[in-house]
């Protein structure tokens, strides 16, 4: 039995590491973390290693839509 063809547009795929590293806020802002967690934090201090937890906003138009092209299915969810 031949397989029926699929009707209709294509899917797109995700670019994984853009879907790991930001996240869309409810009002459709796109967030990201901070960089320089890895390692070598021992003689921070504690303030800066807590500012280090909090998500950041994307700045730049530009960025955003490659972010949006990247990871297209990572919309507002609503």
Not at 34 to 50: F, V
Not at 59 to 66: E, L
């Amino acid at each position: 039995m031949p397989r029926k063809q699929k009707v209709g547009k294509f899917k797109l795929k995700t670019h994984k590491a853009t879907s790991k590293r930001f996240r869309v806020t409810g009002t459709g802002m796109v967030v990201r973390t901070r960089a320089g967690k890895g390692h070598l934090r021992r003689r921070t201090p504690k303030r800066t290693k807590q500012l280090f937890m909090e998500m950041v906003p994307v700045q730049g138009r530009g960025i955003v839509k490659r972010v949006q092209r990247l990871a297209p299915y990572m919309k507002k969810t609503s």
